[in-house]
């Protein structure tokens, strides 16, 4: 009966040990943490990113919140959730055994830094992306919109739109499906409709990458009509009739 009588005891001792340390985490710290993971639950792609949190004055604030003792509860309190950026001022509810005590500000400079697609080298206009062109670099993200690219594989083949020097985080905009049909091209245009299937000869007036919509003249007859086509492959365009 003793014997388990001294079990219980040294539970009861690590228990509250654990208690005492937990509620002894310095307030600065319990802060950071609640504004991590408030981050983190509207940004679910950065948890596999580097997320540096700089404050300032926290200490003051951390001050402020002691003073309603160490039960007091800590949670992000937005009226309308803001759009996550850079630099953002966060409010913290107060509140002792779910009593409302005040609110307090914590001025926040979030940076976050990810791997993503950059330039090695310089890229020009129109030039066709090979695996000697990009690579992989932890970069800051903070700013920059969720669409970059994590992985080389996603740009191999695709075309410049414009100049990208070297160290540039490529965005979709700056890319596009490569031109396989040049404005003033001769190409075969594949009319269809209805049953009828003909062959003839155009001219591109606008570039075009596979998918894409331009403009084609005919030029099986004389009056050289202009007319809207898909491109459907390298020098081949399909307009339906």
Do not use: C, H
């Amino acid at each position: 009966m003793n014997r388990w009588l001294a079990v219980l005891a040294l539970i009861f001792v690590l228990m509250l040990s654990v208690t005492v340390w937990a509620k002894a985490v310095p307030t600065a710290e319990r802060i950071e943490e609640i504004i991590r993971r408030y981050i983190i639950e509207r940004e679910p792609d950065w948890r596999q990113a580097q997320v540096v949190l700089e404050f300032k004055g926290l200490e003051a604030v951390a001050a402020d919140v002691d003073k309603y003792g160490p039960n007091s509860n800590l949670k992000v309190n937005y009226d309308r959730v803001p759009k996550l950026t850079s630099k953002l001022v966060f409010p913290l509810l107060v509140e002792v055994e779910g009593i409302p005590k005040t609110v307090v500000y914590v001025q926040t400079r979030i940076r976050v830094n990810k791997s993503v697609v950059v330039t090695r080298q310089k890229i020009k206009k129109r030039t066709r992306i090979t695996t000697r062109d990009v690579e992989r670099k932890m970069q800051e993200i903070s700013n920059l919109p969720a669409n970059y690219f994590a992985a080389e594989k996603d740009l191999i083949g695709k075309e410049a739109t414009t100049s990208l020097p070297p160290g540039t985080i490529i965005l979709p905009w700056m890319v596009q499906a490569e031109t396989v049909v040049k404005r003033g091209d001769t190409v075969r245009i594949l009319f269809k409709g209805q049953g009828l299937e003909l062959m003839g000869e155009g001219k591109a007036l606008q570039d075009g990458f596979v998918g894409k919509k331009i403009r084609v003249q005919s030029l099986m007859f004389k009056s050289k009509k202009e007319m809207d086509g898909v491109v459907v492959g390298t020098g081949e365009v399909k307009v339906e009739i």
